[in-house]
């Protein structure tokens, strides 16, 4: 089993939003502020993120803990989706390291 689908089953204290269209997401900060766990409806995975300096790498958002590789355009969504939901979450302005 693959960590974000393990995580996924056994996460707890994770931060919640709805959207106007019903799509759930779900997020939350891993180990010692250096991953971040993210989940749209059914599908999670884990990507890099600094919360110390409040940063994301991009290049980290590759595969959905399925095995569904996740294309250029559906990054870009997802990465724009995160900054703003962490900013709900967190109180704080994510920032992009590279795309």
Not at 49 to 65: K, L, M, T, Y
Request: aromatic fraction near 12%; hydrophobic fraction near 35%; include cysteine.
């Amino acid at each position: 089993m693959n960590r974000a689908k393990e995580t996924k089953s056994t996460i707890t204290g994770v931060y919640e939003f709805k959207d106007e269209d019903g799509v759930i997401y779900k997020m939350k900060i891993l180990g010692r502020g250096e991953e971040l766990f993210f989940q749209k409806n059914d599908s999670a995975l884990i990507c890099d993120i600094s919360a110390r300096f409040s940063v994301i790498d991009p290049e980290g958002i590759r595969q959905w803990d399925n095995g569904k590789k996740i294309s250029d355009e559906e990054r870009a969504f997802l990465l724009a989706k995160i900054i703003e939901l962490y900013k709900k979450a967190y109180k704080d302005d994510l920032t992009c390291l590279k795309f």
